[in-house]
């Protein structure tokens, strides 16, 4: 991690979840927020889960960084050895203990550290398709992992849940869109900068140009359209996870809807919610939350 934090004794598993706590609360604040209102158990092994992969996700991104392929490589053989029974990390003790209780798959983790490879080498996409891909690996793969915890029945709710995973990674890429250009990569598909005739020069700005506006209310449109295809995720999951989902999806739901009113936004700022937007929309679901468990209002969604 870039900022340093405590580490506990391994042997302390509640301390280990609080590191794992803090690692979700300092690095992923939009997450975190819908994370609070789980059940103890179920927050718990979120936090674990989010902690592995923000580690995986700081080694592929951090500049500077030595060795970084290595360091990815070794913390893939930590995963391994640590659903073997094997942890040496306070991450690795609180998620073997959160695999065992929640039975969290394997795989998504592996397919998410290949994503983060594809960084190392990935710095345009060619189709949507093809950042699609991407997508599957670094966000639809928690999708599966945090599903796992939630709870669910429904067969949809996989997909439902890719859906929002989608729309969230695509927020992401809207939002983070000039920051991305000044660090040499570019997610938005090269076909749809070809299609609006926007050069890549343009997503820097300074200022937002024609094709810049036509490009980023496409992608935003997008967006919108992964949200509105997981709508049924916030009914789907189980009842003491809805609030937690619907918070996960809101937050970013308002940031793109705060870049679709003007997209020239992302040139200037990291578009986000302030402290108090954020405690007025988990107010908001929590809200909707009881009403729905009397049966006045359909399940929390954005």
Request: net charge neutral; glycine share 4%.
């Amino acid at each position: 991690m870039s900022c340093a934090l405590t580490t506990p004794d391994l042997n302390d598993l509640e301390g280990c979840y609080r590191y794992c706590r803090r690692v979700t609360h300092r690095y992923g604040p939009n997450f975190s927020v819908g994370f609070r209102f789980l059940p103890k158990r179920k927050r718990d092994a979120v936090y674990a889960t989010y902690a592995f992969c923000r580690f995986a996700d700081d080694i592929a991104d951090e500049e500077g960084r030595a060795n970084p392929r290595k360091l990815l490589n070794a913390w893939e053989r930590s995963l391994e050895r640590c659903y073997a029974g094997e942890t040496d990390h306070p991450i690795l003790v609180a998620l073997a203990d959160a695999a065992k209780n929640f039975a969290i798959p394997q795989d998504p983790f592996h397919r998410l550290i290949e994503g983060c490879r594809m960084d190392f080498t990935v710095t345009r996409y060619e189709t949507f398709e093809d950042l699609l891909v991407y997508c599957d690996c670094v966000a639809a793969t928690i999708s599966e992992m945090s599903l796992a915890i939630f709870g669910w029945d429904d067969p949809r709710t996989p997909e439902w849940g890719r859906d929002l995973s989608t729309a969230l990674q695509l927020t992401n890429v809207v939002r983070d869109v000039a920051e991305d250009w000044r660090r040499g990569r570019v997610y938005v598909p090269q076909e749809d900068l070809e299609r609006f005739k926007c050069p890549e020069a343009d997503l820097a700005g300074p200022t937002a140009t024609p094709a810049f506006r036509n490009l980023m209310e496409f992608q935003v449109r997008r967006v919108q359209d992964h949200f509105n295809r997981a709508r049924p995720l916030c009914g789907a999951v189980h009842e003491d996870s809805r609030v937690a989902v619907s918070l996960m999806g809101g937050v970013y739901h308002r940031i793109a809807r705060r870049i679709a009113e003007d997209v020239s936004a992302v040139l200037h700022s990291r578009v986000g919610l302030t402290l108090v937007e954020k405690i007025a929309l988990a107010a908001e679901m929590q809200a909707r939350g009881w009403l729905s468990r009397a049966h006045l209002l359909p399940p929390p969604s954005w």
